[in-house]
């Protein structure tokens, strides 16, 4: 299983920019989906980003298109997410995540799509 770590959330002001990591300790890290879903407080966890194993297909939540740029390092084993352009209602706690198939070409929205997730990361954006 691939086991994550997510950095860099933080407190930044409306119209900011963050930038969220995620390491993976999995040697096979490549082979694998990678999403970022998010949870603000009272509400479900919600689908934000994915890239495929490869590299070579994205998508994004409506709310993110244009803002957020997810992106990978097979060699390093790391994903990001590029956030700009924040605002409050991004506030919420970020999780990486491992699809659950081998290469898989498909996209995965759900939550349930993914195997492995990391501990989360707190992003804060104030008004």
């Known amino acids: 299983q691939v086991q994550l770590v997510e950095s860099g959330g933080g407190l930044v002001q409306a119209g900011g920019s963050l930038r969220l990591s995620c390491a993976a300790s999995a040697r096979t890290f490549g082979d694998y989906g990678m999403g970022w879903f998010r949870q603000a407080p009272g509400k479900e966890r919600e689908f934000v980003a994915v890239i495929t194993w490869g590299g070579g297909r994205t998508d994004y939540a409506e709310s993110v298109k244009g803002r957020f740029t997810i992106s990978r390092d097979n060699v390093m084993n790391m994903a990001y997410l590029q956030m700009n352009r924040l605002k409050p209602e991004d506030t919420a706690v970020y999780y990486c995540?491992?699809?659950?198939?081998?290469?898989?070409?498909?996209?995965?929205?759900?939550?349930?799509?993914?195997?492995?997730w990391g501990q989360g990361t707190q992003v804060t954006v104030s008004a």
């Open positions: 995540a491992a699809d659950r198939v081998y290469r898989r070409t498909s996209i995965g929205y759900t939550a349930d799509e993914y195997a492995s």
